[in-house]
Nanobody, 118 residues
Framework: QVQLVESGGGLVQPGGSLRLSCTAS???????????MGWYRQAPGKERDFVAR???????NYADSVRGRFTISTDSTKNTVYLQMNSLKPEDTAVYYC?????????WGKGTPVTVSP
């Protein structure tokens, strides 16, 4: 079974940057076998929210709250999806989850925590 594995979270000051990564755990799995790859986040006490998504041949989509600050991208040579996060704000604090959609089935990683604090 394919599993998605996130990394790159941590503690950063406001205005700082982090880059999150997501890879597929199974050797035979490819990030590009998914119809859509995306990132979601869940802040303490809140529901999981959409952050960004990307699919082959389509323009990436972003939540209004992160547009212009976050960038989603893929690297075929590393079988990885990235979320570059710049100009981070305290309200970006959350657990960030990688999501892959394949033939109507959602696959999720276990999440990586991001804390933005002075």
């Amino acid at each position: 079974q394919v599993q998605l594995v996130e990394s790159g979270g941590g503690l950063v000051q406001p205005g700082g940057s982090l880059r999150l990564s997501c890879t597929a755990s199974a050797a035979s799995a490819s990030i590009f076998s998914f119809n859509v790859m995306g990132w979601y986040r869940q802040a303490p006490g809140k529901e999981r929210d959409f952050v960004a998504r990307i699919s082959t041949g389509a323009v990436p989509n972003y939540a209004d709250s992160v547009r212009g600050r976050f960038t989603i991208s893929t690297d075929s040579t590393k079988n990885t999806v990235y979320l570059q996060m710049n100009s981070l704000k305290p309200e970006d604090t959350a657990v960030y989850y990688c999501n892959g959609l394949k033939y109507g089935i959602d696959y999720w990683g276990k999440g990586t925590p991001v804390t933005v604090s002075p």
